[in-house]
């Protein structure tokens, strides 16, 4: 069993399917979690699940493409916890329109929660890493971002997530020398709220795409998520992990 114990975990979107089974996933490993996110009431109901002795769990209404939110909500968890140990920047939003219909306000969206918000808070969460000589983070990209628009995910979506990856490396490049590590998950189509709509449409085709013949759950990414943020990941850094079934192999 991996142990966080004493650590303090940071989930962005942590009350989204995805990010729930991050959340939960973390708390059984030992790990203080908090969530970052719009959705509150989501977001009190995941922490109110959390009922581990000794461990805290605390959910914060923060939007993470609002810099003076997220340093903030920071602040409050160093004072809370003393420490942020692990950083997982897994709040996203999909998009899914042809080219000639894609709006600025669409493009400013979509970069702004998939690509700036976790530049944010990771670039808020460096010199506490730094300072702590220990971090680990944590990005969920997509397997869009490898290998292009699909069933579900467009042009935007694939260049947000791409650049996701960039500020991985990015990240990792810099953090190396500091005891931090930076990866990223990509997931392959995994049953949540966010594709609902398009999965249920196109379930047994996206199925008969998936070598395994099963979609991922938000389980099979936390577990890649607890796997990068333990001792056991220690040496690996710039990572991009998949998580899908042998959708893409590379
Ligand atoms: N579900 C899939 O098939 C799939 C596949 C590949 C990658 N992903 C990625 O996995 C991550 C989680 O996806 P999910 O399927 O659980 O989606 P979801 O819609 O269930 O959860 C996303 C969460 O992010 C939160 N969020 C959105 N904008 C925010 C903001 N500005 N600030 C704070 N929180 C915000 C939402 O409130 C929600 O709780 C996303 O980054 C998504 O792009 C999902």
């Not at 003393?82 to 998009?95: P, T, W």
């Not at 219909?101 to 530049?119: C, H, L, Q, S, Y």
């Not at 069933?151 to 953090?175: C, N």
């Amino acid at each position: 069993m991996i142990s966080l114990k004493g650590k303090t975990a940071v989930v962005t979107g942590g009350s989204g399917g995805i990010g729930q089974e991050i959340v939960f996933s973390l708390a059984q490993c030992g790990a203080n979690v908090v969530i970052l996110d719009v959705k509150i009431d989501l977001a009190e109901q995941v922490v109110e699940k959390i009922k581990f002795p000794n461990q805290k769990a605390l959910a914060l209404q923060v939007d993470i493409t609002d810099r003076v939110q997220v340093e903030n909500s920071f602040n409050s968890i160093l004072d809370h916890f003393g420490s942020i140990d692990i950083l997982v920047n897994n709040a996203g939003v999909l998009s899914n329109k042809s080219i000639p219909n894609i709006t600025k306000d669409d493009w400013d969206r979509v970069m702004a929660v998939n690509m700036e918000g976790p530049f944010i808070t990771s670039q808020t969460a460096f010199p506490i890493m730094m300072k702590q000589k220990f971090g680990r983070i944590i990005n969920i990209s997509s397997v869009a971002a490898k290998k292009g628009p699909g069933f579900l995910a467009d042009t935007i979506y694939v260049a947000s997530k791409a650049g996701l990856i960039g500020l991985t490396k990015g990240f990792a490049h810099e953090g190396a020398k500091h005891g931090i590590t930076v990866n990223a998950v990509c997931p392959g189509p995994t049953d949540t709220e966010m594709v609902k709509d398009f999965i249920n449409e196109k379930r047994e085709q996206i199925k008969a795409g998936v070598p395994m013949g099963r979609l991922g759950t938000g389980q099979d990414i936390a577990n890649a998520v607890m796997f990068l943020a333990s001792d056991l990941a220690q040496y690996i850094t710039g990572e991009i992990m998949d998580v899908n079934g042998g959708l893409l192999m590379d």
